[in-house]
């Protein structure tokens, strides 16, 4: 029986998993440079430890409205496609031990979130945790683009 360590963060209230494997850390929110003419969901660039990494709001590429930054608002940095990019979620908690017996394949649709941002669904004993994998969460020209906002710089 294996298990699989995942951040938990907040969305709009509900509980979303990634692979800690996936994820490079958890930092608060910095200053965000708005880049021009980009996709509603590129936020800008930040600068971390020396590197410029293009920023993404979660909610709003997984057709949410934008986020609202508060004090608890997070940056998950994560690999993708190697290039690191930061991922805005409202909140990141905890990090949990995950039986890959209560993974579930995700539905194809929950309240509104497309399924392909979805590769599971961990019924935990009180709560339900929708995991995501953050190497799909930009299809193969946002990323062409994401990695361009870097390059400019």
Do not use: W
Request: proline share 3%.
């Amino acid at each position: 029986m294996s298990t699989e360590k995942f951040i938990v963060f907040q969305l709009k209230g509900q509980e979303y998993g990634a692979s800690i494997q996936q994820i490079v850390s958890i930092e608060k929110l910095q200053d965000i440079v708005s880049l021009p003419q980009v996709s509603d969901f590129i936020e800008g660039i930040t600068k971390l430890r020396g590197e410029v990494i293009p920023v993404i709001d979660l909610k709003a590429r997984m057709d949410m409205e934008k986020s609202e930054k508060t004090d608890q608002s997070r940056m998950l940095v994560a690999l993708v496609d190697g290039v690191s990019v930061g991922f805005i979620v409202d909140a990141a908690s905890d990090v949990l031990d995950i039986d890959e017996e209560i993974i579930e394949p995700a539905p194809t649709t929950i309240r509104g979130v497309h399924a392909h941002f979805l590769n599971g669904v961990a019924k935990l004993e009180d709560r339900l945790l929708l995991l995501v994998d953050l190497a799909y969460i930009l299809n193969h020209d946002e990323i062409k683009e994401v990695k361009q906002v870097v390059e400019e710089e």
